[in-house]
C-alpha cells in the first residue's frame, strides 16, 4: 500500500461482498470532546478502523489480570486436550484456546472492565449508554505456524447495531512473530462482511490479504471495530502470547442468533445481568 503523505494509508481498494444482514449501514464518525483519545486517534478510528492506545494498563494491573486469567486458561486448555482431536470450534489445544466471559469468574476483572478506562473508551466511541457485551482471553501458544483468519467481530455473531467495539488488550508483548493483530483499514465504513467457514474460523476476506501489522507492547491496547476485518499471525517464538479482549456495545443491542423457525434470524437483547453489566448510563458510570 502506498502512503498518503498524512500518516494514513488508504482505504483498501475492493468491493467486499457484504453479510445478508447487512442493509443500508452507515458508518458514524464519533464527534468529540473525547475523554480519552486524542483527535488523530479519533481520525484514524474512522478512517482506518483501529488504532493502538499505547501503554493503557500499567503494570501492576497488568501482573494482576494475568494472574486472574492464567488459572482459568490453563483448565480451558486442559478440556480440550480431552476433546476428541483436541479442538472445540476454533480453539485447540497447545495452540490456541478463547477462555470466554471470565467477568463472571473475577471480581478483579468485572472491576477492570467496569473502571475509568472502558467508561472512557465507551464514551468515545460508543454512545452514552454502554454496556460490557463479551470478554475472552485469547493465548497463542509457543510454535503455531497457523494464523487466525481475517475476519470481523460481527461477522461471528450479527449485533444490530453492528459497530460495537473491541479492545484487543496485549498481557504480553504482541509483535509480528508472536502473532499481534493486523487489519485490514477502511473495510469497516461497508458494514458487516460476508464471512466463509475454514477449518481455522470465519474468514472474510483472501487468505493472502496482508494488511497493516498493530503491533502492542505489553499494556497497550488494539483498539477496532467490530467491523474492522483483522487476523492474528502465527506465534513462531517459544513464549506463549497472551490477549485478553474486551467488548462493549450499545445498550439494547440485539444478536441475531440463527433460526429457522422465526424466518432465518432471532434477535436476542444482549443484556445478561451478570456478564453484560452497564459500563455507562446517561454518560456516566452506573451506579452501583
Ligand atoms: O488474539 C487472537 O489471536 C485472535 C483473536 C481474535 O481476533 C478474536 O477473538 O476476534
Request: hydrophobic content about 40%.
Amino acid at each position: 500500500m502506498s502512503d498518503t503523505g498524512n500518516g494514513l494509508e488508504p482505504p483498501l481498494r475492493m468491493t467486499p461482498k457484504l453479510h445478508p444482514l447487512n442493509r443500508d449501514f452507515r458508518w458514524e464518525a464519533r464527534r468529540g470532546p473525547y475523554r480519552r483519545i486524542s483527535a488523530a486517534q479519533a481520525r484514524q478510528w474512522s478512517e482506518q478502523g483501529f488504532f493502538v492506545l499505547e501503554d493503557a494498563v500499567e503494570p501492576a494491573t497488568l501482573e494482576r489480570l494475568i494472574a486472574e486469567i492464567d488459572p482459568w486458561e490453563a483448565r480451558a486448555e486442559a478440556a480440550l486436550r480431552e476433546l476428541p482431536q483436541g479442538r472445540r470450534f476454533i480453539a485447540r489445544a497447545d495452540e490456541i484456546t478463547f477462555t470466554v466471559h471470565l467477568v463472571l469468574r473475577s471480581a478483579f476483572l468485572r472491576d477492570f472492565c467496569a473502571g475509568p478506562l472502558f467508561r472512557d473508551l465507551a464514551w468515545d466511541l460508543v454512545g452514552p449508554d454502554v454496556r460490557l457485551y463479551w470478554d475472552q482471553a485469547v493465548y497463542k501458544k509457543p510454535s503455531v505456524p497457523a494464523p487466525f483468519p481475517w475476519h470481523q467481530d460481527n461477522g461471528y455473531g450479527f449485533l444490530d447495531p453492528q459497530a460495537y467495539l473491541t479492545c484487543w488488550i496485549a498481557l504480553t508483548d504482541a509483535t509480528t512473530s508472536n502473532g499481534c493483530p493486523r487489519v485490514l483499514p477502511g473495510l469497516h465504513r461497508h458494514g458487516t462482511l460476508e464471512h466463509w467457514t475454514t477449518d481455522l474460523g470465519y474468514c472474510c476476506a483472501d487468505e493472502g490479504a496482508e494488511g497493516l501489522a498493530a503491533p502492542a507492547r505489553a499494556g497497550s491496547i488494539v483498539v477496532f471495530s467490530s467491523l474492522t476485518p483483522h487476523a492474528t499471525g502465527p506465534n513462531l517464538t517459544s513464549e506463549v502470547r497472551k490477549a485478553y479482549i474486551v467488548q462493549l456495545a450499545p445498550d439494547g443491542a440485539r444478536r441475531m442468533e440463527p433460526d429457522e423457525s422465526a424466518g432465518g434470524y432471532r434477535p436476542v437483547l444482549q443484556n445478561d445481568q451478570d456478564r453484560q453489566f452497564p459500563i455507562l448510563v446517561a454518560g456516566r458510570a452506573p451506579r452501583s
